[in-house]
C-alpha cells in the first residue's frame, strides 16, 4: 500500500469515527495502529495526526518523497455508537489482516449505510426519558404524561431546526423554550400541580450527557484541545437551555 492509499482509507476512517462521536483519542489510536500495521512507522516513514471535533489533519511522511497531507472538515457529528464500534472492529480487521484499499472501502461503504431506529422509535425514547426522568424527580403521574408528550413533541422540533444547521447555543434556546412555555400552559391551565418536574423531565433530553463523558476522556487521554471544545460545546447548551427556560418562565408568567 502506498502513501495516497494509507491517506485515503485512515482519513476516510478517522472522519467516521468523529463523526459519529468517537473521542479523539481513540480517533488517533486507530490511526496510528493501522498507519504501523502497514509500515508506515518505520525506516524513515511517518504518519501525524492532528483531530479536533471540527477537524482531522493527517500527513503521510515516506522519507525521501514530499509529504502528502490530508485534510478534512468535520461539519456533521452526531452519536451512533454502532457505528462507532463497526469502525473500530474495521480497526482491528485492517491492522490484523491487512486487506486492500478497495475491500476497506467496501467495507466503510456498508458501515455508512448501516440501518439506524426508524424516526417512530426515536420519538417513542424521547418520551420515555421525559417522563421517566419527571417522575424521578418527584412529578406525579401527570407529570410524567405531559413530560413525556412535550419531550416527543421537542423531538420532532429539533429535527425540523436541524435543516437550518444552526448553532447548537440556539437549538437548545429554542427545544428550552418550547418546553417551558408548554410546561407553563399546562399549568396554568390547572392539569398538573407545578411545571418545574414537567420541565426538568423534558429537558433531559437536551442535557449534553455524551458531550460531556467525551470531554473528561479527552481531557484524561491529555487531548487539551478537543477536551476544551467539546467543554465549551456542552456549555453552550446548558446556557442556551437556561435561556430558553427562563424566558418562557418569565413571559408566560407575566402573561
Known amino acids: 500500500?502506498?502513501?495516497?492509499?494509507?491517506?485515503?482509507?485512515?482519513?476516510?476512517?478517522?472522519?467516521?469515527?468523529?463523526?459519529?462521536?468517537?473521542?479523539?483519542?481513540?480517533?488517533?489510536?486507530?490511526?496510528?495502529?493501522?498507519?504501523?500495521?502497514?509500515?508506515?512507522?518505520?525506516?524513515?516513514?511517518?504518519?501525524?495526526?492532528?483531530?479536533?471535533?471540527?477537524?482531522?489533519?493527517?500527513?503521510?511522511?515516506?522519507?525521501?518523497?514530499?509529504?502528502?497531507?490530508?485534510?478534512?472538515?468535520?461539519?456533521?457529528?452526531?452519536?451512533?455508537?454502532?457505528?462507532?464500534?463497526?469502525?473500530?472492529?474495521l480497526s482491528r480487521f485492517v491492522c490484523t489482516e491487512k486487506p486492500e484499499t478497495a475491500v476497506i472501502m467496501r467495507h466503510l461503504e456498508e458501515i455508512k449505510t448501516r440501518r439506524v431506529y426508524g424516526v417512530p422509535v426515536q420519538a417513542l425514547s424521547f418520551g420515555v426519558v421525559g417522563a421517566t426522568f419527571a417522575l424521578f424527580f418527584g412529578g406525579n403521574?401527570?407529570?410524567?404524561?405531559?413530560?413525556?408528550?412535550?419531550?416527543?413533541?421537542?423531538?420532532?422540533?429539533?429535527?425540523?431546526?436541524?435543516?437550518?444547521?444552526?448553532?447548537?447555543?440556539?437549538?437548545?434556546?429554542?427545544?428550552?423554550?418550547?418546553?417551558?412555555?408548554?410546561?407553563?400552559?399546562?399549568s396554568r391551565c390547572g392539569l398538573t400541580d407545578g411545571f418545574d418536574k414537567v420541565i426538568i423531565g423534558a429537558s433531559m433530553n437536551l442535557v449534553p450527557g455524551i458531550i460531556l463523558t467525551n470531554c473528561m476522556r479527552d481531557f484524561i487521554a491529555g487531548d487539551f484541545l478537543a477536551g476544551m471544545y467539546t467543554l465549551i460545546e456542552a456549555l453552550l447548551i446548558a446556557v442556551g437551555m437556561a435561556v430558553g427556560a427562563a424566558s418562557a418562565i418569565t413571559l408566560f408568567t407575566l402573561l
Open 1 to 89: 500500500m502506498n502513501a495516497k492509499e494509507i491517506l485515503k482509507i485512515t482519513s476516510s476512517i478517522g472522519a467516521m469515527l468523529i463523526q459519529y462521536g468517537a473521542e479523539i483519542y481513540r480517533v488517533e489510536d486507530s490511526i496510528n495502529r493501522i498507519a504501523e500495521a502497514y509500515g508506515f512507522m518505520e525506516n524513515g516513514k511517518s504518519v501525524e495526526v492532528f483531530a479536533i471535533p471540527t477537524s482531522l489533519i493527517i500527513t503521510v511522511n515516506e522519507g525521501d518523497n514530499l509529504p502528502l497531507t490530508q485534510t478534512k472538515r468535520i461539519t456533521n457529528r452526531s452519536t451512533n455508537l454502532d457505528r462507532v464500534d463497526k469502525l473500530n472492529n
Open 141 to 186: 403521574g401527570l407529570d410524567a404524561l405531559f413530560a413525556g408528550l412535550i419531550s416527543v413533541l421537542i423531538f420532532y422540533i429539533s429535527r425540523l431546526v436541524d435543516k437550518v444547521k444552526p448553532s447548537v447555543f440556539f437549538q437548545s434556546v429554542v427545544c428550552s423554550f418550547v418546553i417551558s412555555a408548554i410546561a407553563v400552559i399546562v
